[in-house]
């Protein structure tokens, strides 16, 4: 787990690469900073509404990197790594990541999810839960489904042939499953 030190300097250098970031056309989903033995390892998390390519993500780099080499505009930077080397990582998210935001939601419609709701109000018993098998073993707060559309307050999700329209508030947790051959797929 990350120091509460690391993680005051990971939302400060957050905060000052937000706009590094969106020069690029991308959208800064996160900073981690940690140990990677002599040196400090900061690993900055991006996406676009359009997917991230290598070369994206290689000018991403080197506009950020651009940002912790200039000791002179990064003072947040030299709080964070110091004046010692670092190692620097450019990545988009894992397929893992929960889906937080409306715009993680928008990038991801047709994907199958797995959500998990913080209460069932509005959502059809019937469409709700993993084992519907044994009424004592359903979660009717889990649902899995295909996404339809999204918005900023809204996911539509297409559970067994049934649209459920959910607030993003109502849900606790969700992420996407990973699916090697989608239904709709040929051979």
């Not at 940690?34 to 506009?63: E, K, M």
């Not at 419609?109 to 209460?119: F, G, I, P, Y």
């Amino acid at each position: 787990m990350a120091s509460p030190t690391r993680q005051a300097a990971a939302l400060a250098l957050k905060e000052s690469l937000a706009d590094v970031v969106a020069g690029q056309g991308a959208d800064l989903e996160d900073v981690e900073i940690s140990a990677a033995g002599r040196r400090t390892r900061i690993r900055v998390v991006v996406d676009a509404d359009a997917g991230i390519d290598l070369d994206a993500i290689a000018a991403i780099s080197q506009a950020v990197s651009a940002v912790l080499d200039d000791r002179d505009s990064a003072a947040t930077a030299l709080e964070v790594i110091g004046s010692g080397p670092y190692t620097l990582e450019v990545t988009s998210p894992g397929v893992d990541r929960p889906l937080t935001l409306p715009r993680h939601w928008r990038r991801n419609v047709s994907r199958l999810v797995e959500v998990t709701l913080t209460d069932t109000e509005g959502v059809d018993s019937e469409s709700a839960g993993a084992d519907t098998s044994d009424p004592g073993q359903r979660d009717d707060r889990l649902l899995m489904g295909r996404i339809v559309a999204a918005n900023d307050t809204t996911v539509t999700i297409d559970v067994d042939g049934q649209a459920q329209d959910i607030p993003l508030v109502s849900i606790a947790h969700a992420i996407v499953r990973i699916e090697f051959r989608r239904p709709d797929e040929g051979r």
